[in-house]
């Protein structure tokens, strides 16, 4: 199965500052490689999906890049409604697998 | 507007089993990929089970030979059934749409529901 590897674990920011997220992949997933921002005791909401594009409704300061192994999610200036945990996800192969996460913190 | 409403999820001994249900509205259960996602604590999302359309399926590694994913169209329903249940199986578990783009499934999910919560203990 394709192991999705997130860094860092844990990122402090403040609101305002840019926050970059990366996800590593075992193997080559192209660009079939979602992002997902989770909050305590909600589901995970789908932010970008193959590597690059918004998912309805997400505001244009989250954006997705990169191919093959290696993907960055860029929050350009951090609104406090974005503290919370974010995972990637590969579609490329059965299983589907998701990363460890990142969690973004103040 | 889609909604998702999880069930069945509760406290049982190792080696017991549990059905869970994800009740439908706002799509056609039987007219989408749908997926079942669990979450142990701390930990990471997993993807467990996934129905497609046509009625085929695929299993996780770790659950194939003991979950069982159907759906009841009348009911617009999809259900989970978990036998020989393990500790390692106690996580929350969500049921989740796939993202349809221009009548395209992708492997993404774009619709989730709040969650059951499975708990495997003697």
């Known amino acids: 199965e394709i192991v999705l590897t997130q860094s860092p674990a844990t990122l402090s920011l403040s609101p305002g500052e840019r926050a970059t997220l990366s996800c590593r992949a075992s193997q080559s997933v192209n660009n079939y490689l979602a992002w997902y921002q989770q909050k305590p005791g909600q589901a995970p909401r789908l932010l970008i999906y193959d590597a690059s594009n918004r998912a309805t409704g997400i505001p244009a300061r989250f954006s997705g890049s990169g191919s093959g192994t290696d993907f960055t999610l860029t929050i350009s200036s951090l609104d406090p409604e974005d503290f919370a945990v974010y995972y990637c996800?590969?579609?490329?192969?059965?299983?589907?697998?998701f990363g460890g996460g990142t969690k973004v913190e103040i | 507007e889609v909604h998702l409403v999880e069930s069945g999820g509760g406290l049982v001994q190792p080696g017991g089993s549990l059905r869970l249900s994800c009740a439908a509205s706002?799509?056609?259960?039987?007219?989408?990929?749908m997926s079942w996602v669990r979450q142990a604590p701390g930990k990471g999302p997993e993807w467990v089970s996934v129905l497609f359309s046509d009625g085929s399926t695929y299993y996780g590694d770790s659950v194939k030979g003991r979950v069982t994913i159907s759906r009841d169209n009348s009911k617009n329903t999809l259900y989970l059934q978990m036998n020989s249940l393990k500790s390692e199986d106690t996580a929350v578990y969500y049921c989740?749409?796939?993202?349809?783009?221009?009548?395209?499934?992708?492997?993404?999910?774009?619709?989730w529901g709040q969650g059951t919560l499975v708990t495997v203990s003697s």
């Open positions: 989740a749409r796939h993202l349809v783009v221009t009548a395209i499934f992708f492997n993404w999910f774009d619709s």
């Open positions: 996800q590969q579609r490329r192969n059965w299983p589907l697998t």
């Open positions: 706002g799509l056609t259960v039987s007219s989408n990929y």
